[in-house]
C-alpha cells in the first residue's frame, strides 16, 4: 500500500515511523529538511522536501498512485487544499487534519467528501472524547464503546482486594458475562489463557454488555469508588476546550490557565457555568484554595509532559481519585503508569488509530490503540462469504496473539465462546496485539 504523508510534525513523524515497521511504502512530505533528517537512515521510508500544496511537488512524489494520502501539517487550510489537490491527482483516499470544532459535524463532512476529502481528523476533539471516556466512571482506566454501547470495553487496574485475584482464568467458569481479552502487566502485553492469574498491579481489559457493568466493578475490587462530579483542569489548551463543550453537564468544571489574555479568550468561547481560573495549575496553595480535595478528578493538559505528570502526582496526594495527564512523549507513558496516574492521553496515537482506519480494506467502524498496552481493537463488520463465517471460532484458526471480544447481531451485543459461529452482517470486536488489524482483515472480507 503506498500512502504519502504531508507534514514532518508530531502526528505525521509518528504515523510515518509507525507505518514504516509494516512493510508499506511510506513517503514523508515537509517543507523542512531539519525535520526529516534524520527519519530515513532510521526507519524504512522516503522522505522528501516538498510543498504538500505545490502541485509539482505533488507530481514529482506521485501522489497520483497514492492509496492514501494524509495531509496533516500545523496549518489546516494547507492541508484542506492539499488534500483536494491529491484528489484531483487520483490518489485513492485522502485525510485532512483540522483544528475547529464546528468542522466535525455532519454536515460538513459530507461537504469536504464532496470536495475529494474522505475524513477529516482534529486531534484535539479525539483526545478530548478519550478523556471523557475516561471520566465516565472513576475506577475506570479505559473505556470504549462499540456499537452505540452494545458492548463496552473496559481496562481496570486490579488491586489485592479484587476477588479476581490469584485464580487461573479457567477456575472462573464458562457463564461468566465478560471475557478478558488481555492482561497488560508491566512491560508486557498478554492474550490469556485459562491458565494464566491476574495480580495485583495488573491492567485487566474486559470485554462486556453494558448491563453487567457493575458486576465488573464489583468483582474488580472498586465497589467504594464514587461518581466524578467536580473536574479541575491544568492548561486551558484546545483539547480542555473540546472537553469542556463535550463534558455532560452533571460534572462542575473549572479551568487554571497561566494566561491572561487566554482566560479571556476562554470566557468567549465557554458556557457561563464552566469556571476559569487565572493562576499557575503547579501551585499548590492556589489548588487547594479551589477546592482540588473535593474534586473528583484532576486533568493536566500543560505542553510539558513532565509537568502534567508532575501536577497529577500532587493531586494524588490531595485525594484526588482520578487523574488524569497529557502525556505526548511516547517514552513516558509507561511511567505515568506505574506511578498510577489513572489515564494518559497522547494525541499522536489516538490520531494514528483514526487514520489506520482508513487503511483498511475491511469494513471497520472503530479502530483504537490501547495507551497502556501494546495492542488494538477493532470492530470489523464481516461481508458475505467471509472466512470468519466457516467455522465455529475455534476451528478458525486465528493468527496467535488474536482473540475476538464479542459481537454485536442486530443491535445486540453478546460475548463469543468457541462454539460460536459468527455470521455475515456481525459486528465483530477483535483484539489483537500491536501492529496486527492489517493482517487479520482478511478473515472479514
Known sequence: MKIVIAGAGSVGTHLATLLSGEAQDIILLDESEERLSSLESNFDLLTMVASPTSLKDLETAQVGSADLFVAVTPNESRNILACQLAHYLGAKKTVARVDHYELQTMKSRDMFKTMGIDSLIYPELLAAMEILNCLKFSWVRQWWDFSEGALVLIGVKIRENA????????????????????????????????????????????????????????????????????????????????????????????????????????????????????????????????????????????????????????????????????????????????????????????????IYQMMLNADVSNVKCLTFANADVAEFHVAEGAKITKNQIKDVRLPHGITIGGLIRGGVGMLVTGNTRIQAGDNVVVFCLGGMIKGIERYFT
Open 163 to 354: 476477588e479476581l485475584c490469584n485464580i487461573p482464568l479457567c477456575h472462573l467458569g464458562t457463564d461468566i458475562p465478560y471475557h478478558i481479552v488481555a492482561i497488560k502487566r508491566e512491560n508486557e502485553t498478554l492474550i490469556p489463557s485459562g491458565s494464566d492469574s491476574i495480580e495485583p498491579g495488573d491492567i485487566v481489559y474486559f470485554m462486556t454488555t453494558r448491563d453487567q457493568i457493575p458486576y465488573i466493578q464489583k468483582i474488580a475490587g472498586k465497589d467504594q469508588h464514587r461518581d466524578i462530579k467536580n473536574v479541575i483542569i491544568m492548561g486551558g489548551s484546545p483539547i480542555a476546550v473540546c472537553t469542556a463543550l463535550e463534558l455532560p453537564s452533571t460534572m462542575g468544571l473549572k479551568i487554571i490557565e497561566i494566561n491572561r489574555d487566554r482566560c479571556f479568550e476562554l470566557t468567549e468561547k465557554l458556557d457561563d457555568d464552566v469556571m476559569i481560573i487565572n493562576g499557575d495549575g503547579r501551585d499548590l496553595s492556589l489548588l487547594s484554595a479551589e477546592g482540588l480535595s473535593n474534586s473528583s478528578a484532576f486533568i493536566a493538559l500543560s505542553q510539558n509532559s513532565e509537568t502534567n505528570i508532575l501536577a497529577c502526582l500532587a493531586a494524588k496526594r490531595f485525594g484526588v481519585p482520578k487523574t488524569i495527564a497529557q502525556v505526548e512523549n511516547l517514552d513516558y507513558i509507561n511511567m505515568a503508569e506505574r506511578l498510577d496516574i489513572s489515564g494518559v492521553i497522547n494525541k499522536k496515537k489516538i490520531a494514528a488509530s483514526h
